[in-house]
């Protein structure tokens, strides 16, 4: 990871997790904020078979203020983990990424949480070792999304009308570089989805994201302020905060990542793998809710709702308005650009969202490889055996009523084409890693 120190971070309020992210990368497991009590409109419960009542009617799961956490706050605003015979689910507000893993870590038993809105790689990170003391297994239960970030870029280069070839700050770089200045660009969480987004852009423009710039973690609520003050040259992050950029003024958007990678996998819903062991029916009623909730929050008549209910001071505190039109597919780059009902929105249900493709666990761990976050060798099937649970995923599916055309029956989504014209087939990941130019493996 980059070297960067304290002061070149501003931290804002609740900053004790934060500060340990900024310096460290890490941060205690002990910072969360309970929003439990929140439950709206709760939906009448369901009549759950003696066959199928959960063995608890109790979990913690934790998320981060990003729109796609949606389907956890959802299902329980809506009363749709009571429906399933989950009454005493708990949602809590996780202060980053590390504080995510350390309190899946302490699990709830140690006063943490069970599962998670959690970025894609991580299980596989945790399961691994890589990211925790020892490692930890766990499961991913869903797709929570697709698409819905985007990288967003300071005033500085606006001219420049850097979009989706990063090529055009290639130069300037080099000149900032070479006067001593250290050039900062920020994802939430190494290894994560956003870093890699972030990695692919700047290395398919020729900037090696290992020499030319710093690549630094910043909790996603931190990211405007940062940029405000001018400590960092680009980020990448989920909505609502590229908005809100935007909506500051305070820089543009270059590009939303589905015009890097159409429907591109993002967050998972993750659990602890004992628990899930231990609580079968329980784990199953989770995953009901969580694929109702996405299925609610995918229909156009109910954006302007989830995105008020998320807007909440218990969820995001932020504006409705900086979270409403990104989720409509209206996009304000904020250089000029705009665009109406794009089809790269964020996707919950639609085109498989929620489906957990183990095609798409491996171009995560492949380009973790490439990064050297994991080792070269890594056995990218077994590990996936592991942790993807998409058997799981269709036994809920099942449940809830799914069409059959609406479940997967390949484990991969096939051949995957970028922005630049580079593919990554499933069947060939080492051919993938060696085409690529510039990595550090």
């Not at 972030?198 to 910043?218: C, F, H, N, T």
């Not at 231990?278 to 109702?292: G, H």
């Not at 995918?298 to 990104?326: G, H, Q, T, Y």
Request: hydrophobic share 40%; charged share 25%.
């Amino acid at each position: 990871m980059a070297r960067f120190t304290r002061r070149q971070f501003i931290i804002t309020a609740g900053a004790a997790a934060t500060t340990s992210v900024l310096v460290h990368g890490c941060a205690s497991g002990s910072s969360s904020n309970d929003t439990s009590t929140s439950n709206t409109d709760s939906a009448p419960a369901a009549n759950v078979s003696a066959a199928d009542t959960p063995e608890v009617t109790t979990a913690k799961l934790g998320f981060i203020a990003l729109t796609d956490s949606a389907p956890l706050i959802i299902a329980l605003e809506k009363g749709l983990f009571k429906k399933y015979g989950m009454t005493d689910v708990k949602v809590e507000k996780q202060a980053s990424w590390p504080v995510t893993r350390d309190n899946l870590e302490l699990g709830s038993g140690g006063g943490g949480i069970d599962g998670a809105h959690i970025l894609t790689p991580m299980p596989y990170l945790m399961a691994l070792g890589k990211i925790t003391k020892q490692p930890l297994p766990m499961y991913i239960l869903a797709r929570l999304n697709t698409n819905g970030q985007a990288i967003s870029v300071a005033n500085t280069y606006k001219d420049l009308k850097v979009g989706l070839d990063s090529k055009a700050l290639k130069d300037p770089f080099a000149k900032a570089k070479s006067s001593g200045k250290e050039l900062k660009v920020a994802m939430t969480f190494p290894g994560g989805t956003h870093d890699l987004w972030m990695r692919y852009w700047l290395a398919a423009g020729g900037i090696d994201p290992e020499k030319d710039v710093s690549v630094v973690p910043v909790p996603p609520p931190q990211m405007v302020a940062n940029m405000k003050v001018g400590n960092m040259e680009a980020f990448c992050v989920g909505e609502p905060w590229n908005a809100q950029l935007v909506n500051q003024k305070q820089g543009y958007t270059a590009l939303v990542t589905g015009e890097l990678w159409k429907d591109h996998p993002e967050k998972a819903f993750a659990m602890r793998a004992d628990w899930v062991d231990k609580n079968p029916k329980a784990a199953k009623a989770l995953l009901m809710a969580v694929q109702e909730a996405q299925q609610w929050c995918d229909k156009a008549e109910n954006k302007e709702e989830m995105c008020e209910i998320l807007s909440k001071r218990e969820w995001f505190k932020v504006p409705a308005k900086d979270i409403i039109e990104r989720s409509k597919g209206n996009i304000d780059y904020g250089d000029g650009r705009t665009q109406q009902n794009s089809p790269l929105l964020m996707k919950f249900w639609a085109d498989n969202a929620s489906y957990p493709y183990q095609s798409h666990d491996l171009w995560f761990l492949t380009e973790n490889m490439r990064w050297g976050i994991l080792p070269g060798d890594t056995d990218t099937e077994k590990i996936i055996k592991q942790v993807n649970r998409e058997d799981l995923w269709k036994e809920a599916a099942k449940a809830l009523g799914v069409p059959d055309s609406q479940i997967p029956t390949n484990t991969s989504r096939g051949v995957e084409t970028f922005f630049d014209g580079v593919k990554f087939d499933p069947d060939q990941p080492k051919e993938y890693l060696k085409s690529l130019k510039i990595k550090k493996a």
